[in-house]
């Protein structure tokens, strides 16, 4: 069996934005490929968006990432 390509990482990289500053979206995906790795982080408000509504849409992204994944390209 294939390693997967997709792997959660759990290294600190500090904050893409000053938090108290003001946003210009309600919600960030910043997306990042390093050493062959694609790594995702959802930037967001807890007092707009709940975690587990957050954990939810990104699952789904995942799910979506890894059925790009699965079709062979020609």
């Known amino acids: 069996e294939q ?3 997709i792997r959660i990482i759990s290294e600190p990289v500090g904050f893409e ?3 108290d500053s003001p946003r210009s979206a309600l919600l960030y995906v910043v997306a990042a490929i390093s050493d062959g790795q694609l790594g995702v982080r959802w930037l967001y408000s807890r007092g707009l968006h709940r975690p587990e509504t957050i954990r939810s ?3 789904g992204f995942l799910d979506q990432i890894r059925t790009l ?3 062979e390209l020609p």
């Open 3 to 5: 390693p997967s390509p």
């Open 17 to 19: 934005q000053d938090p």
């Open 57 to 59: 849409w990104a699952n």
């Open 69 to 71: 994944i699965s079709h």
